[in-house]
């Protein structure tokens, strides 16, 4: 199965669903990420006295090793502008999203839910950009395209997380999948989150490599699982107009 991930900035795969795509990967799915920023804008790049295109370039670099450890079957990454998003014609990112899935011809797209996890506007910006285009392309014709979900958080993992910044959950209702990972995923994502060594600092104040807890949960647009599923691909299938729910 192909998936491809669309986040807005380096890091988000790692700090993310890092341990749902290891376990994909080892699965045997073809996953793919798209990244739509080199996230030069940081504001840690005054650590390292960087410039946004210098800080972009080594965290290009940083992802580039990512891709290695988690065993992407592709990575690319854009240079829109970082923090910038909300302020670009929403057009113009929609068709770079566009060509890029056309490109890749996915089964099934993740991207963030509404609320972005963390509520930046990046992520918001990313959310509409992807959900539009997946709709636009599939009542175009594109049957290829049988899922859309969200990486999201439990409420209790959203209320529980220890970080620099207040995170959104989803409800139980909302999610549709649970996916369970094995220990191996764990230490895949505690591998990944060191290839980002400007972020070194940000990640031992979070905790993050040792709070990772081995359920990670989805959205599915359009889709109304109940029970939750275990994988991505379980019950795939878009709903057509008569399928989906009112």
Not at 50 to 57: C, F, P, R, W
Not at 162 to 170: K, V
Request: one cysteine or more; glycine letters at 6%; hydrophobic letters at 40%.
């Amino acid at each position: 199965m192909r998936i491809l991930y669309i986040f807005p900035h380096p890091d988000d795969e790692s700090f993310g669903p890092a341990r749902a795509i290891s376990a994909q990967i080892r699965s045997g799915d073809d996953v793919r990420l798209l990244t739509l920023t080199r996230g030069g804008a940081t504001k840690i790049r005054h650590r390292f006295g960087y410039s946004i295109a210098k800080m972009g370039a080594v965290r290009l670099a940083e992802m580039q090793e990512v891709a290695r450890v988690l065993r992407l079957a592709d990575l690319t990454v854009l240079d829109l502008p970082d923090g910038g998003l909300k302020d670009l014609d929403p057009r113009i990112i929609e068709e770079i999203v566009a060509d890029h899935i056309e490109a890749v011809r996915p089964s099934i797209v993740v991207t963030y839910p509404v609320h972005g996890v963390s509520g930046f506007h990046d992520h918001l910006v990313t959310h509409a950009v992807v959900k539009r285009v997946f709709l636009t392309l599939r009542n175009r014709g594109a049957s290829y395209l049988q899922r859309l979900a969200f990486f999201t958080l439990t409420e209790e993992q959203a209320s529980t997380a220890s970080g620099m910044h207040q995170l959104s959950g989803s409800s139980e209702v909302e999610i549709d999948c649970l996916m369970t990972v094995d220990a191996i995923d764990l230490e895949t994502t505690a591998r990944a989150l060191d290839c980002y060594a400007t972020y070194r600092e940000t990640i031992e104040k979070t905790g993050i490599k040792t709070s990772l807890g081995r359920s990670v949960a989805f959205e599915f647009f359009g889709e109304e699982l109940d029970p939750p599923v275990a994988e991505l691909h379980t019950q795939i299938g878009f709903p057509t107009k008569e399928e989906a729910p009112p």
